[in-house]
């Protein structure tokens, strides 16, 4: 099981951010599956933003979930995240994850992908 | 709201033990919380090192250990070597579908 983060490396303040996780070796349809986001500016602390289910039950951090979106792509087998109104203090890594099929923790990680917000 | 803590730094001299600890900022942390810690090294993405509490990773060396000790999850590492100079995160399962990381523990071997 591998999955890899893409999306932009920079994006402006007030933008919306959209990043895709593809996952090889497993289907993001399985019947308990699970991922979430993850992120981690520079030299701070990891922090959870957000978990999709293989039945499109989502959660989100407290704190941000005015702002996150996450979606699943089947058909690419992909899982989406959006953040919207990207400021500077969002530049980060950015990592999904899949879980263990108890959902408690995180089993795979993907290489993650940094994001920087400026103008 | 509530805040996963731990220690900052600790050091530790090779071969040595030390024992790193997740609170809450309220409350106490048990079993029901799934501890879970991570080992991440600069530039890489975290490594799950212990889950439920106290469960190994699969090729996690044995020098490594999950607990609770009184009302924190602690990480054990007994015999430490110089390749465990990492940050350590611990992450609770605080509600449904909701995970708490801590602000990991930069661990120096010297």
């Known amino acids: 099981v591998t999955l890899k983060e893409s999306g932009p490396a920079l994006v402006k303040p007030t933008q919306t951010l959209t990043l895709t996780c593809t996952f090889s070796g497993f289907s993001v349809s399985t019947n308990g599956m699970r991922a979430s986001w993850i992120r981690q500016p520079p030299g701070k602390a990891l922090e959870w933003l957000a978990r999709i289910d293989w039945d499109d039950e989502k959660f989100y951090s407290t704190s941000l979930k005015t702002r996150l979106t996450i979606s699943k792509d089947t058909s690419k087998n992909q899982v989406v995240l959006t953040m919207t109104n990207m400021d500077p203090v969002d530049t980060a890594t950015f990592y999904c994850?899949?879980?263990?099929?108890?959902?408690?923790?995180?089993?795979?990680w993907g290489q993650g992908t940094l994001v920087t917000v400026s103008s | 709201q509530t805040v996963v803590t731990q220690e900052p730094s600790f050091s530790v001299s090779p071969g040595g033990t030390v024992t790193l600890t997740c609170g809450l900022s309220?409350?106490?942390?048990?079993?029901?919380?799934?501890p879970t810690w991570y080992q991440q090294t600069p530039g890489q993405a975290p490594r799950t090192l212990i889950y439920?509490?106290?469960t190994r990773s699969s090729g996690v060396p044995d020098r490594f250990s999950g607990s609770i000790l009184g009302n924190k999850a602690a990480l054990t590492i007994t015999g430490a070597q110089a390749d465990d100079e990492s940050d350590y995160y611990c992450?609770?399962?605080?509600?449904?579908?909701?995970?708490?990381f801590g602000g990991g523990t930069k661990l120096t071997v010297l």
């Open positions: 309220s409350g106490s942390v048990s079993t029901s919380y799934h």
């Open positions: 994850a899949r879980h263990d099929s108890s959902g408690y923790y995180f089993d795979n």
């Open positions: 439920n509490t106290s």
């Open positions: 992450v609770l399962y605080m509600a449904r579908g909701i995970y708490g």
